[in-house]
Structures are given as structure tokens and as C-alpha cells.
């Protein structure tokens, strides 16, 4: 049995709304996630699964899903460049990461929109200070990092994705995906 089948049996799906690489920044985000991986060691993130996580939600019943994809509907949002240019490591969960030195206004806007939906519609989220970062290697080393080449993301979308857990680990599915204002859908 996979390890979260009970919670699929359970009409229970794990959700999270993230900002996804187009291919390009993906390759420059893998190829941050390898440099940093030759200095704490570790596992590198699957470059299929490289993401920034905008409001994790966690297990939600699935018939809730539909006011999550009304949520993001309903969160407007102007399209911005997101610059990581930081990277560092967190002791506590083994976690080396790239992030913004400085969080664009419009990502700080989007977060905010999805937190106060996600509230309105009775859903439970840990309201930690927001911190943008995208996971590049699990189980890292933490020690003193050089400095890696920043990366520019071109952000004209966010999307609702849910995570399944396999043996291997997560495999995730996007299930709503919404454009930025004057952005064509994709």
C-alpha cells in the first residue's frame, strides 16, 4: 500500500498553490540545485518537481477543492520577475534553498490574496511569516555555501497542485492554474 492511500481512500487530497518554472528556469534552477548539491551533499530535488510554494494547505477533504480553485480564481495578480539571488541551508530541517533578497510587492500581494481566501472559505494554514524559497536539496550538509549565479523567473502564473505520495516520494499534479492580469491563459 503507498504510504498516503489512506488519506486518497479518505477523499482526502493533499493541496498547495506554488509558483512552477517554465523549462528554462527550471534548467537554471536545477543547475543552481547541482551546485549547491556538490557543497552540503544530500538528494537534489527532481528537477520536475523544482517549485516556490506560495500557501501550503495540506490535507483538505476533496470535495473542499473546488473553493480552493475558487480562491485562486479570484486572486488577481500583476506579473513580476522573481530574482533569486540568496541561497542558504536550514539546520533544523536539512533543507538548502535559493530565495529573493527581496520579495517582489506583487508576490508578497499574491500570497496575501491566497492566505485571505483560502481564511474566508474556513481553511487552516500555518500563518508563519511568509519566507519565498525554492527547495533544491533535502538532507543537506549544512555548511558555509559560495555563491551561486542568481536566477531570474519570469512569473505570468501560479497554480493549485496536489502533492501524491509514492515510495519514491512526491509526484505532484497541477489542478487549477491561473494567469496573471493580461496574461493569456496557457
Request: aromatic fraction near 8%; include cysteine.
Amino acid at each position: 500500500m503507498q504510504p498516503n492511500a489512506e488519506a486518497q481512500e479518505a477523499g482526502v487530497a493533499r493541496v498547495f498553490f506554488a509558483l512552477w518554472p517554465d523549462d528554462m528556469v527550471r534548467r537554471a534552477l536545477s543547475g543552481c540545485g547541482e551546485a549547491l548539491y556538490r557543497q552540503v551533499g544530500g538528494k537534489p530535488t527532481r528537477a520536475e518537481s523544482v517549485h516556490l510554494t506560495l500557501l501550503f494547505l495540506g490535507d483538505v477533504p476533496v470535495a473542499r477543492v473546488q473553493a480552493l480553485q475558487a480562491v485562486g480564481a479570484g486572486a488577481a495578480f500583476e506579473p513580476f520577475t522573481l530574482r533569486l539571488n540568496r541561497v542558504g541551508c536550514w539546520k533544523h530541517n536539512q533543507i538548502a534553498w535559493a530565495a529573493p533578497s527581496q520579495v517582489p510587492p506583487a508576490l508578497a500581494r499574491l500570497v496575501q490574496a491566497l492566505e485571505a481566501g483560502a481564511d474566508g472559505e474556513g481553511f487552516r494554514f500555518d500563518r508563519r511569516p511568509y519566507a519565498a524559497h525554492v527547495t533544491l536539496v533535502r538532507k543537506a550538509r549544512c555548511v558555509p555555501l559560495t555563491r551561486v549565479d542568481p536566477v531570474d523567473w519570469p512569473v505570468s502564473q501560479f497554480v493549485l497542485v496536489r502533492s501524491e505520495l509514492h515510495s519514491e516520494g512526491s509526484r505532484y499534479r497541477t489542478i487549477g492554474q491561473w494567469p496573471a492580469a493580461g496574461e493569456a491563459a496557457a
